[in-house]
């Protein structure tokens, strides 16, 4: 055997046993891993979202900037794609958002202007910015009259020179708001501020909202200061001695740039689902309290991205799955309504499946949401599903969540929303109120099956 021989065996042989070695022996088949949602994934994301560094993500500020590239960076970290419509994962829009400045104050007055009573922000009033005519940043210190007679509403200027008009809410009652406002702006005379009687509260707080959907301009300074008082307040100011009142607001309605946060999995296929939730929330009131938002909406989040995790452990996948964490939608919306309008997806081949509010602490309904007849069909395999699993299913007709613009456009959308109103738009929306973490991981386990 000459040396060369021998060099060439070896190589052959090295070869083959190297071959051998890259085959996976016989006795060691693996067995296909069981995927499933992972609970502690669920909690990591809640925590972060409802931290105080993100201080309630409301859209143009910092804590929002904050959520928006967590999401970002959490997303690239699971495994999911950047769709080619984005940069980064980020889908940028412009939304008018109401920016609070410092703590609006209300306060009754003597007729020496001495503080008679200080009123609370939330539990006695809140300020009203979501009209145009409302006036965004302003103060007024002056006499008032109270209206309770609704047929006196469309004439307090003939009543009275006072520039503070207060509406019971006898007075009020057999309009809508916003007719209500117009009898009001149609007065020869306009006052300056508007104060009305409300019941629109949770847990004793008023509910809050930074609502600017029917906002046309960011004309801050110009308008009416209008406010929202609680029964009790109101019967504090009905009942005063001297009637005079000091009210402050400032609350920058600003045009700002934010971003949803869209991931994917590219089924390689062109139809698929989306399955969204919104991150944003109400932000800090400057008064100590924040909106943390837990319930409404750091819940569908986590559940959104702990599918979004298991579904890229499972592996390749036959449809398209867009995951998206839409932003702007306390505002009205606004994110869903600019990613509709983009014309990215076609409402032929996608379905919608929205989450807000889910997980709550409180035995309560988890509504399969839709309100256009292309979603009836979607809606019902959903029911049908919940109610085998075990859950308690009902179908509603709410419009007021991420898939209602989807809708609009022809898509098969719903939203699943457990609707629990103890807490919600209050500070008091927090991990340990609103929130079983339990239940929110067994309907995250509901959808990521259904999706299977
Ligand atoms: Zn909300």
Not at 7 to 34: D, F, G, H, Q, R
Not at 148 to 175: L, Y
Not at 284 to 312: C, F, I, K, P
Request: hydrophobic share 40%; aromatic share 10%.
């Amino acid at each position: 055997m000459s040396p060369r021989k021998t060099i060439v065996i070896i190589t052959l042989l090295a070869m083959v046993l190297s071959m051998s070695a890259c085959e996976k022996p016989v006795s060691n088949v693996e067995i296909p891993e069981v995927v499933s949602i992972n609970p502690e994934y669920i909690n990591t994301i809640l925590d972060t979202l409802v931290s105080e560094e993100f201080t309630g993500r409301l859209p143009g500020t910092e804590g929002n900037k904050k959520a928006e590239e967590f999401l970002q960076r959490e997303m690239e970290a699971i495994g999911l794609s950047t769709p080619e419509f984005t940069s980064s994962y980020l889908h940028g829009f412009n939304l008018l958002v109401p920016l609070k400045q410092k703590v609006t104050e209300f306060e009754l007055l003597d007729v020496n202007g001495a503080v008679v009573q200080k009123f609370d922000f939330g539990d006695d009033f809140t300020e009203y910015i979501a009209r145009d005519f409302a006036m965004g940043i302003g103060e007024f210190q002056g006499a008032y009259t109270i209206v309770d007679d609704p047929f006196e509403v469309g004439k307090v200027d003939e009543i009275t020179n006072d520039d503070i008009w207060i509406f019971s809410r006898k007075a009020t009652a057999s309009s809508s708001y916003d007719a209500f406002f117009k009898t009001i702006l149609n007065s020869d005379r306009t006052p300056k501020v508007i104060i009305y009687e409300s019941d629109q509260l949770n847990n004793d707080h008023f509910v809050l909202s930074p609502y600017t959907g029917l906002m046309q301009h960011n004309d801050n300074e110009n308008g009416i200061l209008i406010y929202r008082v609680s029964p009790d307040a109101f019967q504090s100011i009905k009942d005063a001695d001297e009637k005079f009142l000091r009210v402050s607001t400032a609350v920058d309605v600003k045009s700002v740039e934010v971003s949803n946060v869209v991931g994917m999995i590219d089924g390689k296929s062109d139809h698929g689902y989306v399955i969204s939730a919104h991150f944003d929330h109400l932000g800090d009131n400057l008064d100590g309290t924040v909106n943390y938002g837990a319930l409404d909406n750091a819940s569908g989040v986590s559940a959104m991205m702990a599918l979004a995790e298991a579904m890229v452990r499972e592996g390749e996948q036959e449809l398209d799955y867009y995951f998206i964490a839409f932003n702007g939608e306390e505002e009205g919306l606004h994110g869903s309504s600019a990613f509709v309008r983009e014309g990215f997806l076609e409402a032929d081949k996608f379905k919608i499946i929205n989450m807000d509010m889910v997980g709550s602490s409180t035995p309560i309904e988890f509504e399969i949401s839709a309100t256009h007849p292309q979603s009836t069909e979607l809606s019902q395999w959903i029911f049908e599903n919940a109610k085998e699993y075990g859950i308690n299913a009902i179908t509603s007709n709410i419009g007021a969540s991420d898939h209602f613009p989807f809708e609009q456009a022809g898509f098969a959308a719903v939203t699943l929303i457990e609707f629990d109103k103890r807490f919600y738009h209050t500070p008091f929306d927090t991990k340990d109120a609103s929130i079983d973490l339990e239940h929110l991981a067994d309907l995250t386990k509901f959808v990521f099956e259904l999706l299977q």
